[in-house]
């Protein structure tokens, strides 16, 4: 068993999906793999007008570090020259960027430590380039921070569209999708950037369309009475295909899932719809825990 998780569970916190972002954690680590999830950090903290923390969550020496956290000092000159475009990237958006290093065994305890710390309402992560879906299945940083994090989870691909325009969320109306569908409804409805939002429900055979377009209606009904308009989308085939076919479909900027609220990576179940999404996605792919009681 994770020391974070037996450490933290006894603040286990809620989100508050009805309120305004607050705290921003996005990890990164240097490499080209992080430049999605960079943009797409700098445009929410923009958009909320909150300051973004940057987790630099490479393995570090020890001159880096003293007693935990502690801004950038002695870097070399590559990772010094990272945070300094950084910071003018930020600048140029006029969001104010604080810049953290964490001396870590793990990278993803580091960040999920991070997270509780700060109360963050969201981590923002890349995805690596060797995504596969083997190597998704096998427990990379991105499943365990999910599996662990007390928050939502946001996994953005190198290359994805930053716009935010056009949502959709993949729902199976079970228990785990209703915090997704209560998020996906509030950002369609709170974001000026979105202009598009769509729900969708799968149907693994023929015979289970109609109870999937039943689920679909459900969500458009929510949305709709508190002034949301939604289009609702159905399929028929494996959960993970159509939701990534219907994405790149529809040119949707943002896929919104749910998944299981109880932490711990062997309570998440290798091979879910979620971690399939995540490693083949053309867009980024927002997470949300059921509610933790």
């Known amino acids: 068993m994770v020391a974070t998780e037996v450490s933290k569970m006894d603040i286990m916190y809620r989100t508050q999906l009805m309120g305004e972002l607050e705290s921003l954690l996005l990890a990164a680590d240097g490499s080209q ?66 810049i953290i290093v964490k001396r870590t065994n793990d990278t993803f305890e580091g960040i999920i ?47 994805a569209d930053i716009k935010g325009e056009r949502i959709m969320l993949a729902t199976d109306g079970s228990s785990f999708s209703s915090s997704a569908e209560l998020e996906a409804i509030n950002m369609a409805k709170r974001c000026p950037h979105v202009n598009s939002f769509t729900v969708l429900s799968v149907a693994q055979s023929d015979t289970k369309l109609s109870e999937a377009e039943d689920i679909a209606a459900k969500v458009k009904a929510r949305a709709e009475a508190l002034g949301v308009k939604a289009v609702t989308v159905t399929g028929v085939g494996s959960p993970y295909e159509v939701i990534i076919n219907k994405a790149k479909e529809l040119d949707i900027n943002v896929i919104l899932m749910g998944t299981h609220g109880r932490t711990g990576i062997s309570k998440l179940l290798m091979g879910s719809v979620a971690e399939r999404v995540i490693a083949l996605s053309h867009c980024s792919v927002l997470v949300i825990k059921e509610s933790m009681q």
């Open 33 to 98: 793999y992080s430049e999605g999830a960079i943009k797409e950090a700098l445009l929410l903290a923009k958009s909320c007008g909150i300051r973004l923390t940057l987790l630099y969550v490479n393995a570090l020496s020890g001159s880096y570090e003293s007693g935990g956290m502690t801004f950038v000092e002695h870097m070399d000159n590559n990772v010094s020259k990272y945070f300094d475009d950084l910071r003018e990237m930020a600048a140029e958006e006029n969001v104010e960027l604080e």
């Open 113 to 159: 430590e991070e997270a509780y710390d700060r109360r963050s309402d969201i981590i923002i992560m890349g995805r690596r380039g060797m995504t596969g879906l083997k190597r998704m299945l096998m427990g990379s940083v991105t499943a365990k921070v999910i599996a662990y994090a007390p928050c939502k989870v946001l996994v953005v691909p190198k290359d």
